[in-house]
């Protein structure tokens, strides 16, 4: 029976298969580009600069595929629905978030695979977050 070497694949995390923290920088880091632009979505986001929230949304991210707990360190467990709660989130915000969402994936160039993982977890957490008609 053949062994499979430490560090292979099969034990890495997603984090690590796709980069780590550059990747997702990179993606957030796009991501909030087309916020920042964005009409609707804009005014979701309080804080002047959207540095704060890019910085909470990648360490985020980085936590939830395998990367470091620095999220939660600092912030504790992330109630994502709780967080979301005083904005209201319709389908077209929904619709917007996974627009800006898509090219921030298309831009990153992963492997197939890797890509459909991601999008189906980002558009799962997007319906979740959906809490208002219209």
């Known amino acids: 029976m053949n062994e ?3 560090g292979t ?3 890495q995390t997603f984090y690590e298969q796709v ?11 796009r991501f909030y580009q087309g916020v920042a632009e964005d009409p609707l979505l ?8 959207l540095g704060p929230a890019e910085e909470r949304f990648a360490l985020f991210l980085m936590q939830y595929w395998g990367g470091p707990t620095t999220y939660s360190d600092n912030r504790g ?5 709780m967080r ?3 904005f209201q989130v319709d389908k077209a915000a929904h619709d917007a978030w996974l627009r800006h969402m898509r090219d921030a994936i298309d831009e990153l160039g992963l492997a197939p695979e ?3 993982q991601l999008w189906r977890y980002v558009t799962y957490a997007a319906a979740s977050m959906v809490n208002t008609e219209g």
């Open 4 to 6: 499979i070497p430490r």
């Open 19 to 29: 980069g780590g923290e550059e990747t997702f920088r990179r993606l957030v880091r």
């Open 42 to 49: 804009r005014p979701m986001y309080p804080e002047a600069d």
């Open 114 to 116: 890797h890509e459909a």
């Open 9 to 11: 694949l099969q034990e």
């Open 84 to 86: 979301h709660a005083p």
């Open 77 to 81: 467990h992330p109630r994502l629905r």
